[in-house]
T-cell receptor
Framework: KAGVTQTPRYLIKTRGQQVTLSCSPISGHRSVSWYQQTPGQGLQFLFEYFSETQRNKGNFPGRFSGRQFSNSRSEMNVSTLELGDSALYLC??????????FGPGTRLTVT | QKEVEQDPGPLSVPEGAIVSLNCTYSNSAFQYFMWYRQYSRKGPELLMYTYSSGNKEDGRFTAQVDKSSKYISLFIRDSQPSDSATYLCAMSETSYDKVIFGPGTSLSVIP
């Protein structure tokens, strides 16, 4: 069974731009969660989608948004990028229960 | 005080040693506990998953949960250089709640 895939793997953007990241979960998994990982803050929860509905939300500003499609694929959007948004963005899927399976991440650099 | 705490290390041990990794937490409502391993530039990989208190063993890995002390541990027996990675504990209140991660402990197993 294929794992979680994320695209693109690497991205360089300029301050003020917006970016969209994509995640395809493991087949059959209906929950997709997004995390931001930085050396200083560790793994921070952004939000979780389940059956196209946002089920949980972390403490990030409204510039961070997401959605989930009927095939469980998910996208995350960050508008008006700031230097501090440079991070590894990880997507994780789960079938049921809290055990999650992570993708390889998208490394975003904001200049 | 952070919700989940881990000693960041780095922890350096000789090959073959028994490694003990620990997390403490403040939220007594946590019931689901996970351990993840993350290699450099990769997404976290689920190692162990336990519910409530008790022990769980899987090969060289043993997870322990002591809810009365709000303390969880991961033991690695006969450690190998390939175990060198960052180990993250994670926990949640319910099977559908957001998952909170510890900051991670960096482990280096020296041949």
């Amino acid at each position: 069974k294929a794992g979680v895939t994320q695209t693109p793997r690497y991205l360089i953007k300029t301050r003020g731009q917006q970016v969209t990241l994509s995640c395809s979960p493991i087949s059959g998994h209906r929950s997709v969660s997004w995390y931001q990982q930085t050396p200083g803050q560790g793994l921070q929860f952004l939000f979780e989608y389940f059956s196209e509905t946002q089920r949980n939300k972390g403490n990030f500003p409204g510039r961070f948004s997401g959605r989930q499609f009927s095939n469980s694929r998910s996208e995350m959007n960050v508008s008006t990028l700031e230097l501090g948004d440079s991070a590894l963005y990880l997507c994780a899927s789960s079938l049921e229960g809290p055990e999650q399976y992570f993708g390889p991440g998208t490394r975003l650099t904001v200049t | 005080q952070k919700e989940v705490e881990q000693d960041p290390g780095p922890l350096s041990v000789p090959e073959g040693a028994i490694v003990s990794l620990n997390c403490t937490y403040s939220n007594s409502a946590f019931q689901y506990f996970m351990w993840y391993r993350q290699y450099s530039r990769k997404g976290p990989e689920l190692l162990m998953y336990t519910y409530s208190s008790g022990n769980k063993e899987d090969g060289r890995f043993t997870a322990q949960v002591d809810k009365s002390s709000k303390y969880i541990s991961l033991f690695i027996r006969d450690s190998q250089p390939s175990d060198s990675a960052t180990y993250l504990c994670a926990m949640s209140e319910t099977s559908y709640d957001k998952v909170i991660f510890g900051p991670g402990t960096s482990l280096s197993v020296i041949p």
